[in-house]
């Protein structure tokens, strides 16, 4: 069982981006955990990051294909993107919403997520043991199909 975790825009800076907000862990070091916890629950994951939108639509129809779920961090698109929003929709994989920082606690433009009606769940505000627990639970569910 494959899940696709996806980054969007500005997650390659981890590590020396705001790092108050985001913490000193890098997305290679992310990348490490998520395949760690993986292979400790018997999951594959396919790890990926761009900073252009289009990408991350394609990203989402290739995971409803080839994925059982997906963990996407859309970064800014979050707050932004009707057409994520419409692609997780048209695949109907389900997808867990990954924050690093708290959303809500922020600018009160990042409080509103285009991604959160269509996600399974939300998490944010953890830091990067927020991707390990989304994996946590997608293992522990069956059939993730079934909405
Ligand atoms: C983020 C939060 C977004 O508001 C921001 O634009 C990001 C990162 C997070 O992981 O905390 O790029 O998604």
Known sequence: ??????????????????PATYGAETLDDIAGRCRRRADALGLEVDFRQTNAEGTLVDWIH?????????????GAYTHTSVAIHD?????????????????????????????AP???????????????????????QQDNRAT
Not at 1 to 18: A, D, H, K, M, S
Not at 62 to 74: P, R, S, T
Not at 127 to 140: I, K, Q, R
């Open 62 to 74: 290739e995971a409803g294909d080839k994925a059982f779920a997906a963990i996407l961090n859309a």
């Open 1 to 18: 069982r494959t899940v696709f975790i996806l980054n969007g825009p500005n997650l390659n800076l981890l590590g020396r981006r705001e």
């Open 87 to 115: 692609a997780i929709r048209a695949v109907a994989l389900p997808v867990i919403e990954v924050h690093l920082s708290n959303i809500h606690n922020r600018e009160s433009f990042r409080h509103v997520s285009y991604i």
């Open 118 to 140: 269509v996600a399974r769940g939300i998490i944010c505000g953890l830091g990067p043991v927020g991707y390990e627990l989304a994996l946590e639970a997608l293992a522990g």
